[in-house]
């Protein structure tokens, strides 16, 4: 199987635990490495074909504070030829007008640099006015509210994941 690289920022730690979980149901770290933005460089993202972004949206449609940090250097880096899947954490009920903006920020971006974007989801179960994470009906990747549906979180990343490994092909 191949490595898969899953790139996040997480401040009050949601987004790190999303992306743990990620990585158990992918059967571990033997296939998709941890690694937290903060801490990340730009050649991090030239060891792995498929990627996986995660990003909680801050504020009013903000990208997390390490993500910020880090978007200028998107710029450096070769995303031709790579599949990238995303995740986001967000709030819809308390941001309905911008939920989950940060995933659609970084999908466009990384688009634009060459990335081929996987695992749409359904925005079936979400209540949510606007989001520049929906394209097409759907949202980019896999939506996630942990303020208000976290019941859902686990079935919904096992789904994604099941998704994701047909797209992956791996």
Sequence with gaps: MSKIGLFFGSTTG?????????????????????????????????????????????????????????????DNIDFNGKKVAYFGTGDQIGYADNFQDAMGILEEKITELGGTTVGYWSTDGYDFNESKAVKNGKFVGLALDEDNQSDLTDERIKAWVAQLKKEFGV
């Design 14 to 74: 949601k987004t790190e635990l999303v992306a743990e979980t990620i990585q158990k149901e992918f059967g571990g770290d033997d296939v998709v490495t941890l690694h937290n933005i903060m801490d990340a460089e730009e050649d991090d993202f030239a060891d792995y074909e498929y990627l996986i972004i995660g990003c909680s949206t801050w504020n009013i449609g903000e990208l997390q504070s390490d993500w910020e940090g880090f978007f200028s250097e998107l």
